[in-house]
T-cell receptor, first 112, second 117 residues
Framework: SQQGEEDPQALSIQEGENATMNCSYK?????LQWYRQNSGRGLVHLIL?????REKHSGRLRVTLDTSKKSSSLLITASRAADTASYFC????????????FGKGTKLTVNP | EPEVTQTPSHQVTQMGQEVILRCVPI?????FYWYRQILGQKVEFLVS????????KSEIFDDQFSVERPDGSNFTLKIRSTKLEDSAMYFC???????????????FGSGTQLSVL
């Protein structure tokens, strides 16, 4: 089964607008993380939300988690051209596995 | 901010050749990982390494793959006999392992782009 599927696959917005990306997963989790990847670079951790949390904020980032729907959303407010990147959700799996399962990501383009 | 360093950034090799990808973890990190990303595909877990031994590996990490920490600083991924389908971006990731789960907040290197011809 696929874990960590983001949508949309691509999103293009104007600077100053908000960007919302969604992630769905299939198995029970302990936490869900969002990472950003600039073109040709490694992934950078943005924010982690635990299974007992519903919402979390960090600067211009807002993450929600709905464990009943097995979904999460990442909202970037007041977007900037520098936010242009691919965004991935990553889920762990209950049972002590160390691996993170990543989705294919949402490619965000913020036009100046 | 401290960072994970990977070398080389690009590696081109012939099918059947051995390659070694290198990673220098952040100094106080204890957990090390290799992930790979085939072009246009998801980032996939290969292996985790803690206390000088493999703690978990995926089905991708077959007998052709090995990892070691030869000198206490570098963390290497070796592919013994490369195949065309091994072409991918390989990422090293590390963390302190001090979160509730050991896989929280991974720090990724910039990756090694491996091209097998």
């Amino acid at each position: 089964s696929q874990q960590g599927e983001e949508d949309p696959q691509a999103l293009s917005i104007q600077e100053g607008e908000n960007a919302t990306m969604n992630c769905s997963y299939k198995t029970s989790i302990n936490n869900l993380q969002w990472y950003r990847q600039n073109s040709g670079r490694g992934l950078v951790h943005l924010i982690l939300i635990r299974s007992n949390e519903r919402e979390k904020h960090s600067g211009r980032l807002r993450v929600t988690l709905d464990t009943s729907k097995k979904s999460s959303s990442l909202l970037i407010t007041a977007s900037r051209a520098a936010d242009t990147a691919s965004y991935f959700c990553a889920t762990d799996t209950q049972g002590g596995s160390e691996k993170l399962v990543f989705g294919k990501g949402t490619k965000l383009t913020v036009n100046p | 901010e401290p960072e994970v360093t990977q070398t080389p950034s690009h590696q081109v090799t012939q099918m059947g050749q051995e390659v070694i990808l290198r990673c220098v973890p952040i100094s106080n990190h204890l957990y090390f990982y290799w992930y790979r990303q085939i072009l246009g595909q998801k980032v996939e877990f290969l292996v985790s390494f803690y206390n000088n031994e493999i703690s978990e590996k995926s089905e991708i990490f077959d007998d052709q793959f090995s990892v070691e920490r030869p000198d206490g600083s570098n963390f290497t991924l070796k592919i013994r006999s490369t195949k065309l389908e091994d072409s991918a971006m390989y990422f090293c990731a590390t963390n302190t392992g001090l979160g509730s789960s050991t896989n929280e907040k991974l720090f990724f290197g910039s990756g090694t782009q491996l091209s097998v011809l």
